[in-house]
């Protein structure tokens, strides 16, 4: 199902962030600002809002209870240096770092999906591996090394080419066997590949390397917001940890 601005995961009104390259949520990247007014809010509001955003860009798909049984108050960084000087970035934007283990966060980071609900898709209908062995289950966490591929058929910016037509002038026949990427629109401030995966497109296939970490200068996982906004969504879930 091709989800559109009338349904809420991107409305306008809202302006909620998703796992997408839907031009309404690209839209909504463009309008949204990131400088968030506080002054009227208590502590415990900024949390409830930083959550909110966070987790609607990283996992909306996920429930709150998937995501407390993933959830570490331990965050993974790195202490060495780059460039000498550099300051080292906060490492609380690793707060969701745990969910780019799952299955269909891979699929679309490797940018073999066209959002987090088409990585899905694609895993539950069987076109996504891991090792060779068909994985049905999009909230499955690999571990470093696994090699997840994907159906070439399956993925939408893969398209068939077509022989040249002869001599005769005769209709030229679809080449099965070969095929060329064809970006979809408003894709390409999204075609980008993290750090922690290594993505191999002529096979349709990626490596999970490790999780993603904070070093100096730098910040792996990809997201739309700033680290105090991760700072306050960790807070929210360390204090009402169960």
């Given at each position: 199902m091709v989800r559109n601005a009338t349904i809420p995961n991107f409305s306008l009104r809202r302006q909620m962030l998703r796992m997408s390259w839907n031009k309404y949520n690209l839209f909504n990247l463009t309008q949204r600002t990131r400088t968030v007014n506080n002054a009227n809010k208590t502590l415990y509001q900024q949390k409830w809002a930083a959550k909110k955003d966070t987790r609607a860009y990283h996992g909306d798909q996920?429930?709150?209870?998937?995501?407390?049984?993933?959830?570490?108050?331990?965050?993974?960084?790195?202490?060495?240096?780059?460039?000498g000087v550099e300051p080292h970035p906060p490492v609380f934007s690793l707060t969701f770092a745990e969910m780019e283990r799952r299955l269909d966060f891979?699929?679309?980071?490797?940018?073999?999906?066209?959002?987090?609900?088409?990585?899905?898709?694609?895993?539950?209908?069987?076109?996504?591996?891991?090792?060779?062995?068909?994985?049905?289950f999009p909230s499955h966490r690999v571990t470093d090394g696994d090699i997840i591929t994907v159906d070439p058929k399956a993925v939408s910016t893969l398209k068939k080419t077509k022989s040249t037509a002869t001599e005769e002038g005769?209709?030229?026949?679809?080449?099965?066997?070969?095929?060329?990427?064809?970006p979809a629109p408003y894709?390409?401030?999204?075609?980008?590949?993290?750090?922690?995966?290594?993505?191999?497109?002529?096979?349709?296939?990626?490596?999970?390397?490790?999780?993603?970490?904070?070093?100096?200068?730098?910040?792996?996982?990809?997201?739309?917001?700033?680290?105090?906004?991760?700072?306050?969504?960790?807070?929210?879930?360390?204090?009402?940890?169960?």
């Open positions: 996920i429930t709150e209870r998937q995501w407390q049984s993933m959830f570490k108050t331990r965050l993974p960084t790195a202490n060495t240096k780059v460039g891979i699929v679309f980071r490797s940018n073999f999906a066209p959002s987090i609900y088409a990585a899905r898709q694609l895993v539950g209908h069987g076109k996504v591996t891991i090792n060779g062995k068909t994985m049905p005769e209709e030229a026949a679809a080449d099965k066997s070969g095929m060329e990427f064809v894709s390409q401030p999204f075609l980008f590949v993290p750090d922690y995966l290594e993505v191999n497109y002529n096979t349709c296939s990626t490596c999970f390397l490790r999780s993603p970490i904070s070093r100096p200068g730098k910040t792996e996982i990809p997201s739309p917001f700033p680290p105090q906004m991760h700072a306050l969504a960790y807070e929210f879930y360390a204090r009402n940890r169960k």
